[in-house]
């Protein structure tokens, strides 16, 4: 007795099969997969990072921020800053 096929899943598998060998051929005429050249990018910029990490600096380091000058005496704040404070006689 001869095998029994379901026609409908063998069209489907022949499809498959078709739209396979024709991606693969595709890919081989592109070049690199699209996955293939991310992961090389992704390994080209961490490389280049964990360079960068490791880099010395040829800038001086910094100082030390300096305190501000200490500011003039207190004035009262109802004069303008030209006129002086009068004085009794």
């Known amino acids: 007795m001869a095998k029994v096929i379901n026609l409908r899943t063998r069209r489907k598998q022949t499809a498959r099969a078709a739209k396979r060998a024709q991606g693969d051929q595709s890919a081989a005429h592109?070049?690199?997969?699209?996955?293939?050249?991310?992961?090389?990018?992704?390994a080209t910029d961490k490389a280049a990072r964990h360079?960068?990490?490791?880099?010395?600096?040829?800038?001086?380091?910094l100082t030390p921020q300096t305190t501000p000058p200490e500011s003039?005496?207190?004035?009262?704040?109802?004069?303008?800053?030209?006129?002086?404070?009068?004085?009794?006689?």
Not at 53 to 60: S, V
Not at 72 to 89: G, K, M, R, V
């Open 30 to 42: 592109a070049g690199i997969r699209k996955a293939d050249r991310q992961a090389s990018r992704i």
């Open 51 to 61: 360079l960068d990490g490791h880099h010395l600096a040829t800038e001086p380091p």
């Open 72 to 89: 003039p005496p207190d004035i009262p704040s109802d004069t303008p800053p030209d006129t002086a404070p009068e004085t009794p006689d």
